[in-house]
């Protein structure tokens, strides 16, 4: 039976070796391809260059000017990447019994490295800040390497050109483009010599005529005399004025813009005329496209109503929030043709599928296998509203919630909420079972800046504890809570899942009182920050505080043990178990803290594709005492490195935290596997 399967898989891999690959463009060309003296590019690499070149060489009349044309595809390419000094030569054969040969005599001479930009001839410009904005500057400096191509020098001085422009040098010219090789031809250095010329500005006292008095008399223009007069300044101008005109009902202005001759001192007049067309009002709003969203939901999120002055300001805001409300695809504001005084609004979607089933599968060092699962509808009834089932299944955890919201509450931009949750969950010390529902309000105030206030109900319940510690078990209960919560968040990241750029701060307070419901009065803070950035591509730094302190009040004297918090695991201090870093009753089992801090510090790099590697520093904090909880006093630390897949929902990570002042009862090292970023 052995022998059979090795003979199977003999015959399947010699199959597999007989079968013809995918064909490529030199195979169709029926050209064989050599390359000599090149050492910078593989054969494979250099063939992808000049594939297209010599893909119709059996159609050409002279299939030698194929390879003409793919020799100097070649020099191109090799000159893109700094090889400024690239020669090559070909040789090409017709043979009826060895068919066609192109032999490629590569001369690639040294790489080129731009080791300065210069620029000289600045008199009111300031060179340092010319090489900024081309992104020249601190070559000198630059551990990573620039090459010296010769047509990146070349569009280098025409956007200095620009760029003096822009500071009204309207007839700057770079007047020569010097390069010095060094002896070796590894470096070069470039001097671009700059005639700046004349610096135009505005001159004092613009022009303004055929407008609307008193639509002109709200619009100062004073601030823009004297200013550099580059070639956008007089466009953007001329649409300050259209948009002013269109905020007070006149959507078919139309603005004629005329330069004057420059004075002694390059003073440019500018002068504006002005055809304001007719104010103009929206007699209705006619709404297209909608087939599940009732039109009625589609008219709350407009911000303009029959009746109105026609104002652009609102037809933008009504382009946002229909954009924004995730229920369309496609969506268009526009006036109806014509010059009529009164015209309809017309409102055109295309509506985005609203329906969504959804399973991601997970896994956790201390959940062990998990999956995420889930029904969103985000249309419900026509109205906008989103309702969600969702349950976590894990080997340590489940949890299940139905949740319903209103995006738009009575037609404004304040979201409401409604949830209904139970969660069952096998934590170190003991098992945790909580059933629950909240009421949330939530508005956006500016782009990724969100404020909300909840109101939530627990009964909690704890059983299978396995604390001996006196102190701890006096606190431990089953006991309902009612608490009013207020949430901030403030999210700059590029990305929720994987992100490389931007900062997280989110600050969260929590009071639990009798006047609520509650049988726990406390107090409970949360505060986050995290900050990413990306020096070089692939590169990524990540620093992360998070700290949180609750505190009893009135009545309650102690905090149970399953409102404290806990520290270690694979999102905190990674050299530690799950919850196993700080106090312990005399069994070793942890019974938490009143207060904690965590920081982290993390680097991580892009290896090759999705594949990616890190190095961490974990540093951690568990107070007893909430009064203690900035006490950075026995802190303990975690120092490691890990792998992470990529995946769209969060990387696959694998870490391994080594502690450097190990206790007798904790571990020299520890692995963690999970699904998502650690912060």
């Known amino acids: 039976m052995k022998r059979l399967g090795l003979l199977l898989l003999s015959l399947l891999l010699a199959a597999c070796a007989a079968a013809p690959g995918p064909r490529t463009a030199l195979d169709a ?19 992808r260059v000049v594939s297209a070149d010599l893909a119709d060489l059996p159609r050409r009349a002279q299939p030698r000017s194929a390879v003409d044309d ?68 601190g070559l000198e400096r630059s551990s990573v390497p620039r090459w010296y191509v010769e047509r990146e020098v070349a569009e280098a001085a025409r956007s200095l050109e620009a760029y003096a422009a822009s500071k009204g040098h309207l007839d700057a010219r770079v007047s020569e483009t010097a390069v010095e090789f060094d002896a070796t031809r590894t470096s070069a250095r470039v001097t671009l010599r700059l005639a700046e010329g004349a610096r135009y500005t505005v001159a004092p006292a613009l022009s303004l005529e055929g407008g609307v ?45 005329r330069e004057g001759t420059p004075d002694a001192e390059a003073r440019v007049p500018l002068a504006f005329t002005v055809v304001p067309g007719p104010e103009v009002r929206v007699s209705g709003i006619v709404v297209r496209g909608n087939e599940k969203t009732r039109t009625s939901h589609v008219l709350d999120l407009v911000t303009i109503r029959a009746g109105d002055r026609y104002d652009v300001r609102a037809v933008r805001a009504t382009f946002t929030r229909l954009n924004r409300s995730g229920l369309f695809r496609r969506v268009d504001v526009a006036l109806e043709a014509g010059g009529e005084p009164e015209r309809r609004l017309v409102v055109e979607v295309e509506e985005a599928t609203s329906t969504e089933v959804f399973f991601e599968p997970g896994y956790g060092s201390y959940e062990g296998l998990r999956a995420l699962a889930g029904l969103r509808e985000t249309n419900l009834l026509g109205a906008g509203r989103t309702l969600s089932l969702d349950g976590l299944f ?89 608490t009013l919560s207020l949430i901030g968040s403030w999210d700059r990241r590029d990305s929720i899942f994987v992100p490389t750029e931007g900062n997280l701060l989110r600050a969260s307070l929590e009071y639990g009182d009798a006047a609520l419901g509650s049988q726990l009065d406390f107090t409970r803070l949360r505060l986050t920050e995290t900050w990413l950035t990306s020096p070089l591509d692939g590169t990524v730094v990540a620093l992360s505080w998070r700290m949180g302190v609750i505190a ?128």
Not at 220 to 244: C, F, M, N, Q, Y
Not at 466 to 474: E, G, H, I, M, N
């Open 552 to 679: 009893p009040h009135g009545s309650t004297s102690g905090i149970p043990l399953q409102e404290r918090f806990f520290n270690g695991g694979e999102n905190t201090v990674r050299s530690f178990r799950e919850d196993e870093l700080g106090p312990r009753d005399p069994e070793g089992n942890p019974i938490g803290g009143e207060g904690f801090q965590v920081f982290t510090a993390e680097l991580r790099q892009r290896v090759k594709g999705p594949l990616e590697g890190a190095l961490f520093w974990d540093v951690g904090t568990l107070a007893p005492q909430a009064q203690d909880v900035l006490d950075w006093q026995g802190a303990r630390s975690a120092l490691g490195t890990g792998v992470r897949y990529l995946l769209p929902i969060g990387p696959l990570r694998l870490d391994w935290g080594w502690n450097p002042d190990p206790r007798p009862d904790e571990d020299r090292w520890r692995a963690h596997f999970s699904v998502g970023m650690a912060f």
């Open 70 to 137: 793919a020799a100097f595809t070649l020099v191109e390419h090799y000159r893109a990447q700094g090889f400024a000094s690239c020669a090559v030569e070909y040789e090409y054969s017709e043979d009826a019994g060895a068919g066609r040969k192109a032999v490629f005599l590569v001369r690639e001479g040294p790489r080129t490295r731009l080791a300065s930009v210069a620029i000289e001839g600045c008199a009111r410009l300031r060179a340092s800040e010319a090489l900024s904005a081309l992104g020249l500057a």
């Open 213 to 257: 008095p008193s639509i002109d008399a709200e619009l100062d223009l004073s601030a823009w005399s004297g200013r550099p007069l580059s070639p956008r300044l007089p466009l953007d101008l001329r649409a300050r004025i259209e948009e002013h005109y269109q905020q007070r009902g006149r959507p078919d202005v139309e603005v004629d813009l």
């Open 394 to 482: 894990a080997q340590r955890a489940q949890r299940a919630v139905v949740g319903l919201s209103e995006p738009h509450l009575f037609g404004s931009d304040f979201e409401a909420g409604v949830s209904v949750f139970q969660e069952l969950r096998d934590e170190p010390s003991y098992d945790k079972d909580e059933l629950g529902a909240a009421l949330s309000l939530s508005r956006e105030l500016r782009p990724r800046l969100r404020l909300s206030t909840e109101y939530r109900f627990r009964a909690s319940r704890v059983s299978d504890i396995d604390v001996t510690d006196p102190a701890a078990l006096a606190q431990t209960e089953n006991v309902d809570i009612s």
């Open 29 to 47: 060309a029926e050209v064989a391809v050599r390359f000599e003296g090149a050492k910078a590019f593989t054969a494979l690499d250099l063939e």
